[in-house]
């Protein structure tokens, strides 16, 4: 690799090289610049929190979001529905305070935005003890309309209090809403624990308050801006909740390891040459490593983008912004600000810093590579028992339950659970329609063919319930509701003509089911599962609800991750070839990146699926893991498990390019970046685990899973399998087809 000395001419420099001579020329035009950004990031920031759009998981272009669509433009039902939870404590008949729920029902019915309020004290809505009921409120307007009328009927509720009686609000909008004040408060929490722990650890890693503040500063730079572009992009596009947490675990993380990497590197070379040319060189490697890393790092974000879902677009968009602008303030901003310290920033010593060659990490090495096959068959025996858990892992999608247990629209919907059963919250909605132009629903034939659906459902001991026109009374039988919707403008009852006019129009009827079992239980999958491969005869039949839902987005996850992961895969092996000028170490590095990436999803199957550790970790394990986590997971972890991989690898292709030999290089390798490594994946266990300390259990299980991988990308696979397989492999680890020439490009590159 190319040095700079002070005679060397910067047209000599390679690219990394001459961006660090560029930026340490400007470096105050290029300090200023960093700064516009940030006031502009910061004046955007406030309105982020109203643009951002609920937690995204629906795939919109499944068969269950276009039941909703049909509900809505058809029949008039809103996909956006709340739900008023009554319970009596004392195990009071609710039928005694009817007045009073009526009143408040009445009340939330003249809400502007509130389209229809079903009556609770009736069959249906009330539980067969007497002791709950539930009304559906039913909604229309824009989010913010929404967002205001939650407000109003909770400040209804609070205003009409029955006595004995106690009332919860529920429903998709107020999860969204909690979903947001909770994380939120979970980030600032996160935040107050990380930066302080953070900083303290880069005071015992550098010894100085300037160099140690550098890191964090920077960390927080990235943050912001992303957090201000994220603004900017949300007022266009719709961005889930969960955008800011990504945000904030990946900038402060990444944002800190590259300029740790950078500040670190710059003092060294600080020692034997010019400010000037310590930033040159720096920027020469240091720079080129977190180029890199970083750019491995967007890979598997970016990815995230190819699944038609609102939140793993949103958590790519988001993720791969904050690497993006961590790499151009490492290679910017970082290089700017030490060429205008320069000496200073070993200023305001407070600790004395650790030795940064001690020989310990070449020990480390050297027995490593003395003892190479029993090291990796050690280490592959690890990593497989703590993957094993991944085996039985049970996939669904979250609902209420990814809040904490105490929130109070969780609350409800535990009670209704418990008043009515596991499947009532998430009912499976059949929407059934006419095929043929003129013809009606309620048609004798129709209804002949309706009811014998209802028969067969009711008779189904996966059913708790079904509601429709066809079973309104258990007293009727099938000429009579034949001969009723004959003629239904007829019907004389106010009730019936109210039900006639919400379940059905000219040519489309619906159907709710009510299971036995929770929308992620097998019984619940297997019952959906079945309704869509029904035929009816001269009449469609679409099936939506929360069961549908989650089995159309597993379905398109599963579908489109085997492409993910290969794009994943083959762009990172491309990155890493061109900077290494070798085929066999990409390879094995991918392969070592998924080892710990398959360790941390056992342990998450382990503590999250399982229950264990639950009371230390502060939440109520679902059974399941959530789809959306793994896929997260695995493209967050891909690139950032292979940024030390990284960061080793390219300091012993350093040392190899200067002496030929591979033990040796492996060794040095080992012995310069192992502290710096270390201090790197410390800081980011304690950024990323603080997430572990949150609220909401999606949030909870990423941060979690994120330090496992770290932790253990750190040191069985970095201090013990990489210098033992690359003992094994000896001068092959070098090794590159003729025809590629990867020469070629090095030199390009240099």
């Given at each position: 690799m190319?040095?700079?000395?002070?005679?060397?001419?910067?047209?000599?420099?390679?690219?990394?090289?001459?961006?660090?001579?560029?930026?340490?020329q400007?470096?105050?035009?290029?300090?200023?610049?960093?700064?516009?950004?940030?006031?502009?990031?910061?004046?955007?920031?406030?309105?982020?929190?109203?643009?951002?759009?609920?937690?995204?998981?629906?795939?919109?272009?499944?068969?269950?979001?276009?039941?909703?669509?049909?509900?809505?433009?058809?029949?008039?039902?809103?996909?956006?529905?709340?739900?008023?939870?009554?319970?009596?404590?004392?195990?009071?008949?609710?039928?005694?305070?009817?007045?009073?729920?009526?009143?408040?029902?009445?009340?939330?019915?003249?809400?502007?935005?509130?389209?229809?309020?079903?009556?609770?004290?009736?069959?249906?809505?009330?539980?067969?003890?007497?002791?709950?009921?539930?009304?559906?409120?039913?909604?229309?307007?824009d989010?913010?309309?929404?967002?205001?009328?939650?407000?109003?009927?909770?400040?209804?509720?609070?205003?009409?209090?029955?006595?004995?009686?106690?009332?919860y609000?529920?429903?998709e909008?107020?999860?969204?809403r909690?979903?947001?004040?909770?994380?939120?408060?979970?980030?600032?929490?996160?935040?107050?624990?990380?930066?302080?722990?953070?900083?303290?650890?880069?005071?015992?890693?550098?010894?100085?308050?300037?160099?140690?503040?550098?890191?964090?500063?920077?960390?927080?730079?990235?943050?912001?801006?992303?957090?201000?572009?994220?603004?900017f992009?949300?007022?266009?596009?719709?961005?889930?909740?969960?955008?800011?947490?990504?945000?904030?675990m990946?900038?402060?993380?990444?944002?800190?390891?590259?300029?740790?990497?950078?500040?670190?590197?710059?003092?060294?070379?600080?020692?034997?040459?010019?400010?000037?040319?310590?930033?040159v060189?720096?920027?020469?490697?240091a720079g080129?490593?977190?180029?890199?890393?970083?750019?491995?790092?967007?890979?598997?974000?970016?990815?995230?983008?190819?699944?038609?879902?609102?939140?793993?677009?949103?958590?790519?968009?988001?993720?791969?912004?904050?690497?993006?602008?961590?790499?151009?303030?490492?290679?910017?901003?970082?290089?700017?600000?030490?060429?205008?310290?320069?000496?200073?920033?070993?200023?305001?010593?407070?600790?004395?810093?650790?030795?940064?060659?001690?020989?310990?990490?070449?020990?480390?090495?050297?027995?490593?590579?003395?003892?190479?096959?029993?090291?990796?068959?050690?280490?592959?025996v690890?990593?497989?028992?703590?993957?094993?858990?991944?085996?039985?892992?049970?996939?669904?999608?979250?609902?209420?339950?990814?809040?904490?247990?105490?929130?109070?629209?969780?609350?409800?919907i535990?009670?209704?659970?418990?008043?009515?059963?596991?499947g009532?919250?998430?009912?499976?909605?059949?929407?059934?329609?006419?095929?043929?132009?003129?013809?009606?629903?309620?048609?004798?034939?129709?209804?002949?063919?309706?009811?014998?659906?209802?028969?067969?459902?009711?008779?189904?001991?996966?059913?708790?319930?079904?509601?429709?026109?066809?079973?309104?009374?258990?007293?009727?039988n099938?000429?009579?509701?034949?001969?009723?919707?004959?003629?239904?403008?007829?019907?004389?009852?106010?009730?019936?003509?109210?039900?006639?006019?919400?379940?059905?129009?000219?040519?489309t009827?619906?159907?709710?089911?009510t299971?036995?079992?929770?929308?992620?239980?097998?019984?619940?999958?297997?019952?959906?599962?079945?309704?869509r491969d029904?035929?009816?005869?001269?009449?469609?039949?679409?099936?939506?609800?929360?069961?549908?839902?989650?089995?159309?987005?597993?379905?398109?996850?599963?579908?489109?991750?085997?492409?993910?992961?290969?794009?994943?895969?083959?762009?990172?092996?491309?990155?890493?070839t061109?900077?290494?000028?070798?085929?066999?170490?990409?390879?094995?590095?991918?392969?070592?990146?998924?080892?710990?990436?398959?360790?941390?999803?056992?342990?998450?199957?382990?503590?999250?699926?399982?229950?264990?550790?639950?009371t230390?970790?502060?939440?109520?394990?679902?059974?399941?893991?959530?789809?959306?986590?793994?896929?997260?997971?695995?493209?967050?972890?891909?690139?950032?498990?292979?940024?030390?991989?990284?960061?080793?690898?390219?300091?012993?292709?350093?040392?190899?390019?200067?002496?030929?030999?591979?033990?040796?290089?492996?060794a040095?390798?080992?012995?310069?970046?192992?502290?710096?490594?270390?201090?790197?994946?410390?800081?980011?266990?304690?950024?990323?685990?603080?997430?572990?300390?949150?609220?909401?259990?999606?949030?909870?299980?990423?941060?979690?899973?994120?330090?496992?991988?770290?932790?253990?990308?750190?040191?069985?696979?970095?201090?013990?399998?990489a210098?033992?397989?690359?003992?094994?492999m000896?001068?092959?680890?070098?090794?590159?087809?003729?025809?590629?020439?990867?020469?070629?490009?090095?030199?390009?590159?240099?």
């Open positions: 190319t040095k700079r000395t002070a005679a060397q001419p910067t047209a000599t420099l390679s690219i990394f090289g001459k961006i660090g001579h560029l930026v340490y400007h470096r105050r035009l290029v300090i200023g610049v960093w700064s516009i950004l940030l006031v502009l990031s910061l004046a955007l920031t406030p309105q982020l929190e109203s643009a951002l759009t609920g937690t995204g998981v629906v795939y919109q272009d499944g068969e269950a979001y276009q039941v909703e669509r049909v509900l809505q433009q058809e029949l008039g039902i809103s996909p956006e529905t709340l739900t008023v939870i009554f319970t009596s404590p004392q195990a009071q008949n609710l039928t005694e305070a009817q007045a009073d729920i009526d009143c408040v029902i009445e009340q939330i019915r003249t809400l502007a935005t509130v389209e229809t309020a079903s009556s609770p004290i009736e069959p249906g809505y009330l539980s067969s003890d007497g002791n709950t009921a539930y009304s559906v409120i039913s909604l229309h307007g989010e913010r309309d929404r967002s205001l009328v939650i407000d109003r009927i909770e400040h209804v509720l609070d205003e009409n209090q029955i006595p004995t009686v106690t009332t609000l529920a429903g909008p107020v999860f969204d909690d979903a947001q004040t909770i994380s939120k408060a979970d980030l600032a929490r996160a935040e107050f624990i990380t930066l302080p722990l953070t900083l303290i650890a880069l005071l015992f890693v550098f010894g100085s308050a300037i160099a140690a503040a550098l890191p964090v500063a920077m960390g927080i730079m990235t943050v912001s801006v992303t957090l201000g572009l994220l603004a992009i949300a007022a266009i596009t719709d961005v889930s909740i969960f955008a800011i947490n990504i945000t904030t990946l900038g402060l993380g990444i944002g800190i390891d590259f300029s740790l990497l950078m500040v670190n590197r710059f003092r060294e070379e600080l020692r034997s040459g010019s400010v000037e040319d310590a930033v060189r720096t920027a020469d490697t080129r490593a977190v180029f890199f890393s970083g750019l491995t790092t967007c890979i598997g974000l970016v990815s995230l983008l190819l699944f038609p879902i609102v939140l793993l677009r949103s958590l790519g968009l988001a993720g791969s912004l904050v690497v993006f602008m961590s790499i151009a303030a490492a290679l910017t901003l970082v290089p700017a600000l030490l060429g205008l310290l320069g000496t200073g920033v070993n200023r305001w010593r407070v600790v004395r810093p650790a030795p940064e060659r001690d020989g310990l990490w070449a020990a480390i090495a050297h027995t490593i590579m003395r003892h190479s096959l029993v090291a990796t068959a050690v280490v592959f690890i990593i497989g028992l703590l993957a094993s858990p991944f085996l039985s892992a049970q996939f669904g999608l979250g609902e209420a339950d990814i809040l904490p247990a105490q929130v109070q629209s969780r609350q409800g535990e009670m209704m659970k418990q008043a009515f059963g596991e009532e919250p998430t009912p499976v909605v059949l929407v059934i329609r006419t095929t043929e132009p003129g013809d009606t629903i309620l048609s004798a034939q129709h209804i002949e063919t309706l009811y014998g659906l209802v028969e067969q459902l009711e008779a189904d001991p996966r059913v708790a319930a079904v509601k429709s026109l066809v079973n309104i009374d258990p007293r009727l099938l000429e009579n509701y034949q001969q009723i919707y004959s003629n239904p403008a007829q019907v004389s009852l106010p009730d019936w003509a109210v039900l006639i006019d919400r379940l059905s129009n000219e040519t009827t619906v159907v709710t089911v299971s036995q079992t929770n929308s992620n239980a097998e019984e619940t999958r297997g019952l959906v599962h079945e309704l029904r035929s009816i005869d001269q009449l469609q039949l679409q099936v939506g609800g929360q069961t549908a839902r989650a089995i159309d987005t597993m379905q398109v996850i599963f579908q489109r991750f085997p492409w993910v992961l290969a794009a994943i895969m083959f762009v990172t092996f491309v990155a890493l061109v900077l290494f000028g070798s085929v066999v170490l990409p390879l094995k590095a991918i392969f070592l990146n998924l080892m710990s990436i398959a360790a941390s999803f056992g342990a998450l199957v382990f503590i999250f699926q399982n229950g264990n550790f639950q230390w970790l502060n939440f109520t394990p679902l059974g399941y893991l959530d789809i959306m986590l793994p896929v997260v997971l695995f493209c967050v972890l891909f690139g950032l498990s292979m940024d030390y991989e990284v960061f080793l690898l390219t300091r012993i292709k350093e040392a190899y390019d200067e002496s030929g030999n591979n033990r040796r290089s492996v040095e390798g080992l012995e310069r970046t192992g502290r710096i490594i270390t201090s790197a994946a410390l800081l980011m266990i304690i950024v990323t685990g603080a997430f572990a300390l949150t609220s909401i259990i999606f949030v909870k299980a990423l941060g979690l899973g994120i330090a496992i991988a770290v932790l253990i990308d750190s040191t069985l696979v970095r201090a013990v399998l210098p033992a397989s690359m003992n094994l000896g001068k092959w680890n070098w090794w590159s087809p003729k025809f590629l020439r990867l020469e070629r490009v090095s030199t390009k590159l240099d």
